[in-house]
């Protein structure tokens, strides 16, 4: 009966050390696990944020890109000052102050099988194709845009534009004089002048693009 009992008692603490054995093997597979993901989430971090900054490095990243948004600030402001000197320079005389509210403004119309479109001081096109870029008032009431797409085998496009006496903007004609040498009538009541519409009110007469 005794040697039964010690080996009753021999089998179980061999099956406890079986068991502890599990458990330990269990908690080194949970120990290896989280550090393999613990070490995963620190390096994804690491990816995605980099190292831990102390507050005087974050003190002087949030100093230095300040800095950059106000010299691109500055440079959008002195492009900006540049732009409006320039078109202030080209309007100085009182013939020209007129046409001040084409600034930003496209004009288009549809003549014969084409769409034309003059956008003052920037550009005028037909259709698609560039036809010329603004250059200059040539004379009082005559712009000038140039350096348009250029013709098979010819010159670069252009566009003068003459203004007409009208009581509102809008694009009469369009002819082509020479190859790729366009000129457009614009009605517009700034090319009105103190004469003309002395001339007319004293006719009882129409603006002279008025439709009958």
């Not at 696990?33 to 900054?53: D, N, Y």
């Not at 020479?178 to 002395?198: D, I, M, N, Q, V």
Request: glycine share 8%.
């Amino acid at each position: 009966a005794r040697a039964g009992e010690a080996g009753a008692a021999a089998g179980s603490e061999a099956e406890a050390e079986v068991d502890a054995a599990e458990d330990d093997e269990d908690a080194n597979f949970f120990v290896r696990q989280w550090r393999k993901v613990s070490g995963g989430l620190a390096h994804a971090w690491q990816s995605i944020w980099g190292k831990r900054r102390s507050p005087t490095e974050r003190a002087r990243d949030d100093a230095e890109k300040a800095h950059k948004e106000a010299k691109t600030r500055l440079g959008d402001s002195k492009a900006r000052t540049k732009a409006l000197q320039e078109k202030a320079d080209t309007m100085r005389d009182e013939d020209k102050l007129v046409y001040t509210g084409l600034d930003g403004r496209c004009i288009s119309k549809t003549l014969k099988e084409y769409k034309y479109e003059v956008c003052f001081f920037s550009t005028a096109k037909q259709d698609s194709t560039s036809i010329g870029r603004w250059k200059e008032w040539e004379e009082p009431g005559v712009a000038l845009f140039d350096g348009g797409q250029y013709c098979a085998g010819g010159p670069e496009r252009s566009l003068r534009v003459r203004f007409r006496c009208g009581s509102k903007e809008e694009l009469l004609e369009v002819s082509e004089p020479s190859r790729c040498t366009y000129e457009a009538t614009l009605s517009h009541p700034g090319a009105c002048t103190e004469a003309l519409l002395k001339a007319l009110e004293n006719r009882g007469a129409r603006m002279p693009t008025d439709e009958l």
